[in-house]
Structure formats: C-alpha cells, structure tokens
C-alpha cells in the first residue's frame, strides 16, 4: 500500500468511495477520522455550553475546549493559548481583524492588501474604508499570479497601519514570499496578517517564525469539522484592541450603562463558541502533527507537476500561475480555449473527478491573469498518481465531449 | 446517453456556438445586466420594443455552455413576443428544471435543458439569460417586482 492509501483509509469519505477522484481540497479537505471521532465522542459524553458551568458535563466541556486552544496553539507555535480565538472560519477571523483592528484606524490611515487575495480578505478591507474613511492600497501581482514585492516600496508608508495578505493563493497556488513582505511592512511599523486558509492543510505552522501578528485559518481546509475557524493574534496586539462581537462570555461585567470586556481570548468570543468543532479541530491538527511533512510535500510537489505536465500537453490548455512547482502549493488552476470551466467540471464530475471551476471567490486575481473563470485540481496528502491519471484523462475527454 | 453527459448533446453546443442575438443594440429601450454571483457568469440583454413587443433583441454573454445556449435560444426566439410570453417561457424552463417531463408546444427547444434538472447548482446557468430578458422587459415597462 501507497502512503497515500494508508492515509486515504482514514478519510471515511475516501474510504467509503474508492473510485472517486477528489481534488477539490483548496474548497474544503476531506474530514479525518480523528476529527469525526472526536465530535462524536464530546457530543455524545461532554457536550454542554463552557464557562460558569458547575455540573460535571460544564466542567468537561470547559477542559475539551481550554484543551482545544491548547493544542492549536502548539500546531501554531504560539506563544500561549490566550492567543487562540476560536471563530466560525477564516472569514469570520478575518472580519474580526477587519472590525476590531479597524476600530483603532482613523481617517487617512492606510491597509495594503494584495490583488491575489480571496474574497473573505478583500471584501472586509473595502468596508472598512467605506465606513470609517481608511485608503485600502493594493499590491499587484505578476502576470503569473505571484505578490509583486517590487511595488512594495512604492505602496507603504508611514500612514500604513496594516498588511493583510494571503499565505497561499487558492487559485495559482503560488506562495507569497512573507519574509519579505513582514521585512517591508515592519520598516513602515505596520502590522502584519496572514490568511492562512489554504497552507494549514499543507502542515504546521510557525506564527513566531513567521514573524506576523495575525493569522487566520478555518477548521474545514486542514482536515477538521466545518463551522469552526481561528484567529491567533499576538497578545500585546490583541490586548489593544476593542471587542467586535457583543453577547455572553465577552465580558468582564454589564452594569445597567456599561460593560467592561473579558482579557483575551474571551473578550473575541461572544456567544456559545464552536465547542464541538473546537474539539473536532484539535484533534484534527494533533493527527496533523504526527506526520512526516518531509515526505508529503515531496509527494506534493511530485503530483503537481505530473498534473501540471500531463495538463500542457492536451491542446488548448493554458496553466494560471507560476511555471513548475517551486514556488506553488499543489494546487493547479487551468483554462482551456473555447470552453468554460462549469463544463469541464461537469464531465469531469462523470468521471469520478472532483474539481471546481469559476472564479474561486478572486475575481480580482482572475481580472489580473485574464480570465473570467478557470478549473482548479487541488491535491491535499490523500491524493496519489492515480488521481493525476485521471484528471489527466478527464480533461481530454471533456475536451472531446464540449468540443 | 448512458454516462449521465445528456447534457452536452449535440443540439445545446450547436444553439450555444450559433450565438444568435450576441451583438449590441445602438439603441434599446430596455436594458438588464445579470451576474451570477456563484460563478462570475454574466449576462447584458437588450431589447427594442413597439407596443410592449420585441422587435430587436441581443445580448452580451459572459458564461458556460449552458448559459450561452439559452441566450442564443433568446436571441433566436425573442423577436415578436412581449412581458408575458417572456415570462410564460421562463416559467416553462423552471418547471423542466424542477422536474416536469414535457416542453410545452410554444417553447419545444426548452426540452434540451431538460437532463439539467439532475444539476441544481447548473439551474442558474440557463436560467439567467431568461431572467435577464425579463429585467430588461420590466426595465421598460415599468415593473418593479
């Protein structure tokens, strides 16, 4: 057995569908047995709200969950777990940033994001300098999708309070060279965030190697449950800031004319948070942590440029994105002359092939590289030749059926 | 076709690749553009009028196989009809999508949206140049709904 099929054993999904092709990761990865499990068995043994319970079903949910933050922090390397905030996804983390970070941005104060960016990292900025009178600065990208840093210069300046960009683009894949995006923003003394959304499923993290101040990530695209997400924050810059939810659990104390705030994490949590998931998460990244990330970058990278070659070599396709797979996650957009990526992905789908196709939620990038819309295969560490195989094969057939 | 790809017979890629109706008119009298959020597919549909009737029609269509067939359908068809035959038609297509086996006899090209009933997520994609024509049609008239 191949290491991906040892791994794929434990993706019920997989499992229960051998034949089936799912390179569509970057939306969501699959669920790992471990996270499933763990849902199952806090819901079913320990599910009650946390905080200020007594009874021994609140204590339990209260220690499953201060343990959750616990084990997200070390998959981050954070400094502590009061760092963790636990969210519904990268969206809502990154609205968070948007609203309480945005809070403490007056009037001329500039946020750079990048024209790569997913929507959840776009569409928040664009609010917040409708609303509170902020510049949003945008950092283009080079005509294979990749951060130009040599419009950084140009584009920080001392009224430039904060650089929110993503990790890894969820459509070229293309990794963003942070170091020197953290170097350029620390000159200026603006913050830095990262959307960390579609690295975490490619393994752990360092957020202090990093050298950022904020990271987001949801549960869904590292192999944990849906409805669950983080924000990590460096305390001294969390603790500065004003809440942006109100409700249960954020608060220190709600007299009749005011309310004070809870200290980090809480003051971000408002309302029941996703226990369960939280749980589900964690156990999810514990699973993480345990394997070797030298050898599945290796297959990684190996599929994505089998996908890669074998894709060019079918007449009309043209690849989105850097050239080889140096400087790119294993995920592979494509277009194809004549035909429309809703198509393709439609034929592909009778083929046992999972992708999607459209515009990713990045119009903006798509405008930047020229399309409208293109296929995506995303591979994740259960993938293996076969799958490029047959999306190698699938693609050619779509041709012949749309043609 | 047994391989469930019924929906790419021959007849919808002819109507799509036909593309009747993908112009601009000089001067309309009722103007609609449609996105489809989900996917980015686009659709710009114009019409002139005389007394509530199309006597021109063209569109600008941005989409999948699907998309451009419907509007060619429309750009096809469109001339000589008013509001309610529009939306008549409209109605038709999403009663075929929802399930309903038969075309009725006005609209018998309908039929080849058909094998799309099996696809929600595809239900958008012939249906946005319908609703962009009916947009267009109530951008003249009047009609808010």
């Not at chain 2, 998309?67 to 038709?92: E, M, Q, V």
């Not at chain 2, 075929?96 to 094998?115: C, K, N, T, V, Y």
């Amino acid at each position: 057995m191949s290491e991906a099929s040892v791994l794929r054993a434990g993706f019920p999904l997989l499992a229960a569908n051998p034949g089936l092709h799912y390179l569509d990761s970057a939306a969501t990865a699959q669920i790992h047995r471990a996270a499933l499990d763990a849902v199952v068995c806090h819901e079913t043994l320990s599910r009650a709200n946390v905080l200020r319970g007594s009874h021994r079903l609140a204590e339990a949910a209260d220690q499953a969950f201060d343990a959750a933050r616990r084990r997200v922090a070390r998959f981050l390397n954070a400094n502590s777990a009061e760092e963790v905030i636990f969210t519904s996804g990268a969206t809502a983390a990154l609205n968070l940033v948007a609203h309480a970070f945005g809070a403490t941005l007056r009037p001329g104060d500039r946020v750079l994001i990048s024209q790569a960016e997913h929507h959840s990292n776009f569409v928040p900025w664009q609010m917040l300098r409708d609303r509170a009178g902020i510049e949003l600065d945008l950092l283009p990208v080079t005509a294979s999708g990749e951060l130009d840093p040599a419009a950084l210069p140009r584009l920080l300046s001392a009224r430039t309070r904060l650089v929110a960009v993503t990790q890894c683009s969820n459509v070229t894949g293309a990794w963003t060279d942070v170091a020197a995006i953290v170097a350029a923003a620390r000159r200026v003394g603006a913050k830095v965030l990262l959307d960390g959304a579609q690295a975490v499923q490619h393994g752990p993290q360092d957020v202090r190697a990093l050298g950022i101040d904020f990271y987001a990530f949801s549960g869904h695209k590292c192999f944990g449950p849906g409805g669950v997400g983080v924000l990590w924050g460096k305390a001294e810059v969390l603790a500065a800031l004003p809440p942006f939810l109100g409700g249960g659990g954020m608060i220190d104390e709600v007299a009749p004319q005011r309310s004070t705030w809870a200290e980090l994490p809480r003051r971000f949590e408002a309302g029941t948070p996703p226990i369960a998931q939280a749980v589900g998460l964690a156990s999810a990244l514990d699973w993480m942590m345990a394997l070797d990330w030298t050898d599945i970058h290796a297959r990684e990278t190996r599929l994505g440029a089998q996908a890669i070659e074998g894709l060019l070599r079918i007449p009309g396709v043209r690849l989105l994105g850097p050239a080889g797979t140096a400087a790119r996650a294993p995920i592979i957009s494509f277009d194809i002359a004549g035909l429309h990526p809703h198509d393709v992905c439609q034929v592909l789908d009778h083929h046992q092939l999972a992708l999607r196709g459209g515009h990713h939620c990045a119009q903006p990038l798509l405008a930047a590289l020229g399309v409208d819309a293109c296929a995506r295969a995303s591979f994740a560490l259960y993938n293996d030749e076969a799958d490029v195989a047959a999306l190698i094969d699938g693609v050619a057939a779509a041709v012949r059926t749309l043609a | 076709m047994s391989d469930g790809l019924e929906l790419y017979q021959d007849a919808i890629k002819r109507l799509a690749n036909a593309a009747y109706g993908a112009s601009q008119l000089a001067s309309a009298d009722g103007e609609a553009k449609l996105n489809n959020p989900l996917c980015g597919d686009r659709v710009v549909m114009q019409v002139a009028l005389s007394n509530g009737h199309i006597t021109a029609i063209a569109h600008q269509t941005k989409g999948c196989l699907l998309c451009k067939a419907a509007a060619s359908l429309l750009g096809a068809r469109g001339a000589g009809l008013d509001a309610a035959a529009i939306d008549a038609a409209t109605d038709a297509l999403e009663a075929l999508l929802h399930g309903q086996a038969a075309a009725p006899a006005d609209w018998p090209e309908l039929a080849m949206f058909r094998p799309a009933h099996a696809y929600p997520s595809r239900h958008k994609c012939a249906l946005l140049p319908f609703h962009a024509l009916q947009a267009a049609m109530r951008s003249r008239i009047g009609d808010t709904r």
